[in-house]
């Protein structure tokens, strides 16, 4: 039969909007979370982390919230450049330390 | 800082052939991942090691996979003997320490079989 390929969910956004990414965890031990920017032909690039003993945490242009009550992680980019348009990963170690589990992204298009 | 670097950025080789990737962690980082990259899958763990010491292979396909760590500042990916399956980009990562610190990625070796 015919192959099928992970269906990225694809978000749009004019340039200058702000963007909105989400992404669901099942882990509750996970005391670590990252997002990462997978630009085409690259390697995934860290873009910021987030401790469990925190619920926000800024860096530029972009801010994640964890809301560990419903295991929910989100990414949110001011001003979005088409700089911006990649694909983006949550990961989290599951068991604790630097293994890392990746979900299965998302694509972030940016229109001019 | 260079960066995590791997080699070669491309492999085209002949089911059956062996196939050697390479990566260059960066400096002063004591733990090394091996991921892989398929539209199936995403990005899996292979393997990963601390101080050249694999610690967790579980994520390795069959014993067609072999990784190795012969000092700090190499390591190789072996697959022999490779199958159209094993094509996807396979990307190494590094750290600098153990409790949550950031993966540093390379750009990857995009390997295809035929």
């Known amino acids: 039969g015919e192959s099928v390929g992970l269906h990225l969910p694809t978000l749009s956004v004019q340039e200058g909007d702000n963007s909105i990414i989400n992404c669901a965890y099942s882990?509750?031990?996970?005391?670590?979370f990252i997002w990462y920017k997978q630009e085409s032909g690259k390697g995934p690039q860290f873009i910021i982390d987030?401790?469990?003993?925190?619920d926000k945490r800024q860096g530029q242009r972009v801010t994640v919230l964890l809301n560990k009550t419903v295991k929910h992680l989100s990414l949110q980019i001011a001003a979005t450049q088409p700089g911006d348009s990649a694909v983006y990963f949550c990961?989290?170690?599951?068991?604790?330390?630097?293994?890392?589990?990746f979900g299965t992204g998302t694509q972030l298009k940016v229109e001019l | 800082d260079a960066g995590v670097i791997q080699s070669p950025r491309h492999e085209v080789t002949e089911m059956g052939q062996e196939v050697t990737l390479r990566c260059k962690p960066i400096?002063?980082?004591?733990?090394l991942f091996w991921y892989r990259q398929t539209m199936m899958r995403g990005l899996e763990l292979l393997i990963y090691?601390?101080?050249?010491?694999?610690?967790?292979d579980s994520g390795m396909p069959e014993d067609r996979f072999s990784a190795k760590m012969p000092n700090a500042s190499f390591s190789t990916l072996k697959i022999q003997p490779s199958e159209p399956r094993d094509s996807a980009v396979y990307f190494c990562?590094?750290?600098?320490?153990?409790?949550?610190?950031?993966?540093?990625f390379g750009n990857g070796t995009r390997l295809t079989v035929t």
């Open positions: 990562a590094s750290s600098l320490r153990n409790g949550g610190g950031p993966l540093h």
């Open positions: 882990n509750s031990a996970s005391d670590y």
């Open positions: 987030i401790r469990s003993n925190m």
């Open positions: 990961a989290q170690p599951p068991g604790g330390g630097n293994k890392l589990t």
């Open positions: 400096s002063g980082h004591d733990y």
């Open positions: 090691f601390n101080n050249n010491v694999p610690i967790d």
